[in-house]
């Protein structure tokens, strides 16, 4: 597949997608959500990648589902056209992890795209926000579901209502992302991190993160069982073995992935 709307490429074992539509600031238009499926997908199946990172530019991770191309859709449109879901729910379907790396804004389906990753490393320079209130609409990639899931009702209820942005640092105090980092070292923190968990178990790391992704989609006590379901399945594999082994031995692991 060639791709118009994004860039892609590889550091060791990372998989990086850049979103390139710059003169839009990235608006997320179906052509784009089409081709970042397609490049997450073929990296997830990729033996040699352990990790992706999506990013964007300087000034915008995305500015949001584009809002030239909706402006015009009917309900008919978006309801038989399966709007938002077709492409962009494919995202939830890759295991192996995905971070997003933001600069700038991250608004609207921007900010739920950041957040459909596993988790986010922000520049300074972010600013994240769900104003599709001003449009006349509502959050309609997760954001009304995943918001308040990481920040909190209050947070949510007053970004989505006001439509105001949350600097990095409210955002990292807030629990939205992970760490804020110096613009010029956005990529390579990120980098670093993506290819730290590229180096462990494959099989670990999407134990890791299905059972993480557990504590959102279920109850306490499904979710403890499904983690401890997982961490007894990992010792029928060979890094756990290897794993253990390394540090007994008081030497480096070496994963073969088995
Ligand atoms: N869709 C389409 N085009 C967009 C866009 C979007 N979401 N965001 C920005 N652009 C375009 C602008 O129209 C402009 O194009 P032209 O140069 O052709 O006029 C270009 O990108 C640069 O934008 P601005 O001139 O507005 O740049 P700015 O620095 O003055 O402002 C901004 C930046 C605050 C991000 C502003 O562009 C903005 O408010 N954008 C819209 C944000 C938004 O409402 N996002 C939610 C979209 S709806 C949604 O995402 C639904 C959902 O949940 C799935």
Known sequence: MTYENILVSTE?????????????????????????????????ADGNIG????????KAFAAGADIGAMATYTFSDV??????????????TIRKPVIAAVSGFALGGGCE????????????????GQPEIKLGVIPGAGGTQRLPRA?????????????????ATEAERAGLVSRIVPLEKLMEESLAAALMIAGYSQIAVMAAKESINR?????????VMFERRMFHALFATQDQKEGMAAFVEKRKANFSHQ
Do not use: H
């Open 12 to 44: 060791g074992a990372v998989g990086i997608v850049t979103l390139n539509r710059p003169k839009q600031l990235n608006a997320l238009n179906d052509a784009l959500m089409d081709e970042l499926g397609a490049a997450l997908k073929a990296f997830d």
């Open 79 to 92: 309801y038989k056209g399966d709007y938002i879901t077709r492409n962009w729910e494919l995202i939830r």
């Open 215 to 223: 504590a959102y989609e279920g109850t306490l006590s499904d979710g």
């Open 151 to 167: 920040v909190g009702k209050a947070k949510a209820m007053d970004m989505a209502l006001t439509g105001r942005m949350m600097d």
């Open 113 to 128: 795209l950041a957040m459909m990753c596993d988790f986010i490393i922000a520049s300074e320079n972010a600013k994240f």
């Open 51 to 58: 990790c992706m990172i999506i990013t964007g530019s300087e």
